[in-house]
């Protein structure tokens, strides 16, 4: 990839030279040339012409300088959607010392050929789509100043010829797909004042040790970037640094004992997320400057000293996950304009003084999981800007301050597994409350009633108190998704409504409580059953074999439909089978509880396995609390869904929805997804089954995208909703449900609930519109799973294509990352898939192949291991693409 972009670029380079120096222009032809091979799709340089009654010097973007004579010496078109290519003729312009054309969407190799322009000084290509490697001789932008190259796809290693570009003051690589070591290039950076390489998770490299020599630095920017080592005594020498972020590394050994006092400058100090210990930095306030602090996630120890207090402008303390011990320091409560807390996972001891009162802008604190032993100070219920206040796992004791939810904006409130005790107050200004868990503590007296008043209040867990009375009416007019009370002296009856959809469990141990579900019946419960009886429906019943196999043979599409218009407590319910499915509504909802579900719970709901009264087995998926689009747009969705008939799909045989719930009822697939089975520690397929199933999710995605009419996305391709039959063919589940829920929704609930999941390709953030390559991106993770026979995500470590990438970068990294589990004997094929999946994740969404290519792929591989005939129709037509 690299030498492929090189030399192209060498070549117009010289050409360009050339070019420039055959012919004189005017500006004005010459910024019309420029402007010729830019894409302006909202018009916005329609200043920028011939006709134009406005001189150049004023066109957007243009500056110019009068003397001695009038001449352009600037052009910033950042952020105007701009694409098309950026054309060396601006470096006609002689005088031309800035070119920003930051955010745009200029999707090309790094225009070297910019380095003609022979007096530029600041570059800047921020946030494009700037792809390839950065070509060594990067020397030939002698004059450069500031050259930010930030947020674009650059890849490979940094050359040392950066280290020529002596007059640079600003150099941004950050947000890149850099990898491999960083050179020691700074000796002659003398100037540097900005070093951004952070963002860079490729990269594998200790920080070079000339860095620290760079002595006018003021920022140092390496976070996520996979530096590792120990920091030097000589980071002292950085004595105008202003903001030092070191975060999310690999970096071990302590921090310098004089830092705190050396680097008298800091204003904002980061190293958390890496593996460094020992003790904290005694004297960082001395200057009272530093306004972030940040140590989170590593090993200190020790305790913090008093002397905190001295850092009158500090907004946020994290210390949380290392090993702090000792009093937590008083003062800092009453910092003037501390806005953060986070101390939780520590061994703290001492109190929350009243002082905290002072601390007016305090907006958060979470110090869970330490030993503070006190009562809860009043003078936290005078905050006017704390919403969040997290204190589980300690020893807090006494009664709750009748204030204690005073503040207008508080909207988390965990205290559980401390000692209070007493009532809990009245909650009437918290109006913002979203949770509340008071579990585990010895609070008596009754439920407030007062919180059936609070409109958003979603999470209530009173679990594991002595609390007594009954349960208010009014939590049924809120919509709780946890309402735990288990394990109290509650007495009543429950309101149905209440608890309805809620495991029966979040109840028991109140021996007292009586009502549907629970030991004891209420004494006017005799009455209420027979209504819900009554009124609960049935639909659907078919009274046909369950006979799915000669159905289809048959041919007939068939749709039963019934819907009813009754209402019923669990509201109003239609349904749809495609196949003739003894089952009611009321049987799913019922069936459908903690003992049916599978799994953990998608990002569009949950899968329960449900037993029909056929005895078989469907499997449903709980689409809950979309706001759907009409039942007639619905029904024409799902069954354009349901038609689809192919070996590696699985099948839609029905669904039910009400007002705000949709259940999708699919076939059932009795080995599980390959999620949960690569998920297992004996994760143990052989290397040919493997290859099969990515055969098989290949060749279903191909079908989606070329044969099937419309055409369809998958967006939601992982192992965990490939599904496996007894024979290990693989089936595609999940698919498409951007057209049942609609895209808006889709498309937020994605990007709220996975925005950084691996399996999505880089250009999921900022693309607006979902493409085939995106689902080729997708199944490369899958394919890399299979072949490193690792999870694509587990926990904090790197996720697959991280990984993999960081190690294909070593001489002989493949062999490395291919499953161990399996025979050197398949080690070729391995390689094959490997490479595929290399391809498929490529970065450039131009570069990654279709899934009829990986179909032939695949199948070209699998010579020796024995292959069904592969199934690929509309594939044919594809047969000419270059693989
Ligand atoms: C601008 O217009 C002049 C005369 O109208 C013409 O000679 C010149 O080629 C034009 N320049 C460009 C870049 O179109
Ligand atoms: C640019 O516009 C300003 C004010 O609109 C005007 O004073 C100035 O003369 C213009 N410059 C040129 C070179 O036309
Ligand atoms: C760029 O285009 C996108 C949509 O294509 C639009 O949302 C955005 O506002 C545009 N930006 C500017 C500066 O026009
Ligand atoms: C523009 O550059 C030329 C030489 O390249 C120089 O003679 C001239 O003074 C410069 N003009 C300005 C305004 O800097
Ligand atoms: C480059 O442009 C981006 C986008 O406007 C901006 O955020 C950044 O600060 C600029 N870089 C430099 C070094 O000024
Ligand atoms: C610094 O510059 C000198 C001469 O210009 C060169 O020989 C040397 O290799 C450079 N050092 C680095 C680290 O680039
Ligand atoms: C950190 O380093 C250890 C060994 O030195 C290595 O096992 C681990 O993968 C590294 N973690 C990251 C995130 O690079
Ligand atoms: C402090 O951190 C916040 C984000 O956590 C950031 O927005 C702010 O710019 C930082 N302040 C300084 C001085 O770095
Ligand atoms: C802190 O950790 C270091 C090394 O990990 C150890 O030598 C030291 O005794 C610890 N100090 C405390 C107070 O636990
Ligand atoms: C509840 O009260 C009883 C005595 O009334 C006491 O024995 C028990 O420990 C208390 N339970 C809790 C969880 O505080």
Known sequence: MATFCTHPLLFSLIF???????????????????????????????????????????????????????TVVSINLQSLNLSGEISSSVCELRNLSHLNLADNFFNQPIPLHLSQCSSLETLNLSNNLIWGTIPDPIFLFHSLRVFDLSRNHVEGKIPESIGLLKELQVLNLGSNLLSGNVPSIFGNLTELVVLDLSQNSYLVSEIPSDVWKLDKLEQLLLQSSGFHGELPDSIVGLQRLTILDLSQNNLTGGIPQTLGSSLKSLVSFDVSQNRLLGSFPEGICSRKGLINLSLHTNLFNGSIPD?????????????????????????????????????????????????????????????DNNSFTSKIPQGLGLIKSLYRFSASLNGFYGALPPNFCDSPVMSIINLSHNSLSGEIPELKKCRKLVSLSLADNSLTGKIPPSLSDLPVLTYLDLSDNNLTGTIPQGLQNLKLALFNVSFNKLTGSVPYSLVSGLPASFLQGNPELCGPGLPNLCSDDQQRHQTFGLTTLTCALISLAFAVGAMLIVGGFIVYHRSYKQRSQIGLWRSVFFYPLRVTEHDLIIGMDEKSAVGSPGIFGRVYILSLPSGELVAVKKLANFGIQSSKALKGEIKTLAKIRHKNIVKILGFCHSDDTIFLIYEFLEKGSLGEMIRRPDFHLQWSVRLRIAIGVAQGLAYLHKDYMPRLLHRNVKSKNI??????????????LDRIVGEPIFHSTMSSESPFSCYNAPEHGFSKKPTEQMDVYSFGVVLLELVTGRQAEQGDSLDVVKWVRRKVNITNGAFQVLDPKISNSCQQEMLGALEVALRCTSVVPEKRPSMCEVVKSLHSLGSRSQLPSIEYTACEEDHSASI
């Open 16 to 70: 360009t030279f050339l070019f420039i120096h055959g012919t004189v222009s005017l500006e004005l032809d010459v910024l019309l040339n420029f402007k010729a091979s830019i894409e302006d799709s909202k018009n916005y340089l329609s200043s920028w012409s011939n006709t134009s009654a406005i001189h150049y010097c004023n066109w957007t973007g243009i500056s110019c300088t009068t003397t001695p004579s009038l």
């Open 723 to 736: 599904l496996l039959d007894g024979d290990f063919e693989p089936k595609l589940t999940d698919f498409a």
């Open 307 to 367: 002397s905190i207090k001295e850092c009158l402008n500090l907004e946020k303390f994290q210390v949380q996950n290392n090993l702090f011990s000792g009093d937590f320091p008083n003062g800092l409560w009453s910092l003037p304009k501390i806005k953060l807390v986070r101390a939780e996972n520590n061994r703290f001891t001492g109190a929350i003084p009243e002082s905290v009162a002072e601390a007016a802008q305090l907006e958060q604190v979470q110090i």
